[in-house]
């Protein structure tokens, strides 16, 4: 039985040390699934309870991570008020609409979305705006924003922090840090939502969920704040280095598996 392993001291202690490094990464640049998602699989839980419970754990994260940027002034909630609603609505309905409708044409396309993320920051001109500054933020450009990026990580998930860095960045004069708040922000709103759905839908392995959301909570503290000490010289790479390992595994998992 699968619930077995929740009681299990080293499988949780395991998974717990996955879950703080996961929580790490995703503060700094998204991608803590990455590592939780396979750590879950490998520990023997279905898939239905795998999905269900890394989203009680990214919430935490999630959480955390938001509210240390809140608090150092990088990400103003008043300003982003139309993305938080629409984002919230986007998720749910995703989050119902993935039960009816195929999504194997959207996973082909997700390694070349994330990787296009990738060669962006890469390449691509990154703004040199000071971290404090007051960017006047055009709020009619989030609701189609929240609401396809909603829709997206309640349908599927992966990269939707990257996908929010990348288009906050192309869509409003926010430098990475500033954008970096907007997508851990964005990102606890759609963790949020979704996990209400996997839990009416009884998908949520608490005992384990609770653990490794522990463990995210602490691991995002300390990399918020690593992000946002470290500003985008530091943000860049770790940035990159997940873009590129989210495309190998999705291009592995939905083109060669």
Not at 229 to 241: D, L, M
Request: glycine residues 12%; charged residues 10%; positive net charge.
């Amino acid at each position: 039985m699968p619930f077995e392993l929740s009681t299990d001291p080293t499988t949780l202690l395991i998974l717990a040390i996955v879950a703080f490094v996961a929580g790490f990464i995703d503060a700094i640049a998204g991608g803590g699934g990455l590592l939780t998602t396979p750590a879950l699989l490998t520990a023997g839980l279905p898939p239905h309870l795998v999905l269900g419970t890394n989203k009680l754990s990214s919430t935490f994260g999630s959480a955390t991570a938001s509210f240390t940027f809140i608090r150092r002034k990088l990400f103003h909630p008043r300003e982003w008020w139309p993305a938080l609603i629409f984002t919230l609505v986007g998720s749910l309905i995703g989050a119902v609409a993935a039960h009816y409708m195929p999504s194997e044409w959207l996973n082909k396309m997700l390694p070349v979305i994330v990787f296009a993320c990738g060669i962006y920051l890469l390449f691509g001109g990154t703004p040199k705006g000071p971290v404090d500054s007051h960017a006047v933020i055009k709020q009619k450009r989030q609701i189609p924003q929240g609401l396809a990026l909603g829709f997206y990580d309640g349908v599927a998930g992966p990269g939707t922090g990257a996908f929010w860095t990348v288009t906050s960045m192309l869509m409003y004069p926010i430098d990475l840090v500033r954008a970096s708040g907007v997508a851990r922000s964005m990102n606890f709103v759609s963790n949020a939502a979704a996990l209400a759905v996997f839990i009416i839908n009884g998908s949520v392995d608490w005992l384990i969920g609770l653990s490794m959301g522990t463990c995210l909570m602490v691991g995002a503290f300390f990399g918020a704040r690593s992000a946002i000490s470290g500003g985008a010289k530091f943000i860049r790479p770790v940035f990159i280095t997940v873009v590129l390992g989210l495309t190998v595994r999705l291009a592995w998992q939905h083109w060669f598996a």
